[in-house]
T-cell receptor, first 115, second 112 residues
């Protein structure tokens, strides 16, 4: 069964450093998403991406964050100048369609620890 | 987005059916009802979705009230592997918010 893969599974970084989280969505999917989950809290939407541009972003997704689909297969989330509060699980998801009938497939997540 | 209300937690015994309720009294006519679950230390996983009619798939059944103001996710025979947080989410057809809005969900505990 096709799946969304994420790397790294766990990254530890120092505050102020830049981090890139990588995702390989399911190959025929067109819609891509990043979510995050702080330990013990809800899963929060960050951004959606379609046709090489951001289609929607939440208030969390400020100038510190950026996304890119550099080569037609990977989908990356870059966090510049990480802060302690960026420590969380980051989930990538992809979907073949959007809207009411669109089913999202999630990866296993990348755990980010900022020290 | 229309809001959903779910119990914080439910407990059931292994091999028994589980009925997980969800209220969505402000649902609009174009909102689909989606259920996802999150097993411990894993990403969310799609379970099922529906619009008006009841739906069945290999994982579960979804029963939707006639007025669509509530729905129930049914696990026909719970196993220990079904212990997870279950999220009921409304997703608008034909535009509107693109990302899923997760609430706190229902933490399902399965007793052996």
């Amino acid at each position: 069964e096709p799946e969304v893969t994420q790397t790294p599974s766990h990254q530890v970084t120092q505050m102020g450093q830049e981090v890139i989280l990588r995702c390989v969505p399911i190959s025929n999917h067109l819609y891509f998403y990043w979510y995050r989950q702080i330990l013990g809290q809800k899963v929060e939407f960050l951004v959606s991406f379609y046709n090489n541009e951001i289609s929607e972003k939440s208030e969390i997704f400020d100038d510190q964050f950026s996304v890119e689909r550099p080569d037609g297969s990977n989908f990356t989330l870059k966090i510049r100048s990480t802060k302690l509060e960026d420590s969380a699980m980051y989930f990538c998801a992809s979907s073949e369609s959007r809207g009411g009938t669109g089913e999202l497939f999630f990866g296993e997540g990348s755990r980010l620890t900022v020290l | 987005d229309a809001k959903t209300t779910q119990p914080n937690s439910m407990e059931s015994n292994e091999e028994e059916p589980v009925h997980l309720p969800c209220n969505h009294s402000t649902i609009s006519g174009t909102d689909y009802i989606h259920w996802y679950r999150q097993l411990p230390s894993q990403g969310p996983e799609y379970v099922i979705h529906g619009l008006t009619s009841n739906v069945n798939n290999r994982m579960a059944s979804l029963a939707i009230a006639e007025d669509r103001k509530s729905s129930t996710l049914i696990l026909h025979r719970a196993t220990l592997r079904d212990a997870a947080v279950y999220y009921c989410i409304l997703r608008r057809s034909g535009g509107g918010a693109d990302g899923l809005t997760f609430g706190k969900g229902t933490h399902l505990i399965i007793q052996p």
